[in-house]
């Protein structure tokens, strides 16, 4: 099953696919800045890992 999208619809793909990223690098500063780091060693981790898969 082949898909075509516009390039309209890719860079729109793009936008949405930065602007997670950006969140997700924000969510993942703003989690090291906390004084108990430890308590969220696995959110911490989760986010870095989807960063890296996208």
Do not use: C
């Not at 390039?7 to 800045?33: G, P, V």
């Amino acid at each position: 099953m082949e898909m075509e999208f516009s390039k309209d619809d890719l860079i729109e793909a793009k936008r949405q696919i930065d602007s997670t990223l950006h969140k997700l690098r924000e969510t993942i500063k703003t989690l090291e800045s906390k004084e108990n780091v430890e308590r969220y060693k696995f959110t911490n981790h989760t986010g870095k890992k989807a960063g890296k898969s996208l």
